[in-house]
Nanobody, 124 residues
Framework: QVRLVESGGGSVQSGGSLTLSCVAS????????LGWVRHVETKTREGVAG???????AYEDSVKGRFTVSQDNTQNAKYLQMNSLKPEDTAMYYC??????????????????WGQGTQVTVSS
């Protein structure tokens, strides 16, 4: 059974930083792609960052240069480092995994497994 567990959300002021963690179990580290998807109630879920099986990363334009995806092979964990946070980054953030790794990573429907979500709130 695949399980993703997230942690690291919280409340920060504009310009602050947070690091989200996603620990996977039930699936080998090297066999899935991972995405970070955020959701605001009035909007559809949007992918903000992704990492392929080969470790390559991709970012949505609004977070480029501010967010960084990394991984820790020993812990089967992946991270989203978020710097220079803005109020518009406020959302529920989910990590999501896919074995097939096909399709547009920015689209929520391609992901097979989801974490429980962690709230990020950025105040101005």
């Amino acid at each position: 059974q695949v399980r993703l567990v997230e942690s690291g959300g919280g409340s920060v002021q504009s310009g602050g930083s947070l690091t989200l963690s996603c620990v996977a179990s039930g699936i080998p580290f090297s066999e899935y792609c991972l995405g970070w998807v955020r959701h605001v109630e009035t909007k559809t879920r949007e992918g903000v960052a992704g990492m392929g099986r080969d470790g390559r990363t991709a970012y949505e334009d609004s977070v480029k240069g501010r967010f960084t995806v990394s991984q820790d092979n020993t812990q089967n964990a992946k991270y989203l480092q978020m710097n220079s946070l803005k109020p518009e980054d406020t959302a529920m953030y989910y990590c999501a995994a896919s074995v097939a790794c096909r399709g547009d990573w920015r689209v929520a429907s391609i992901w097979d497994y989801w974490g429980q979500g962690t709230q990020v709130t950025v105040s101005s």
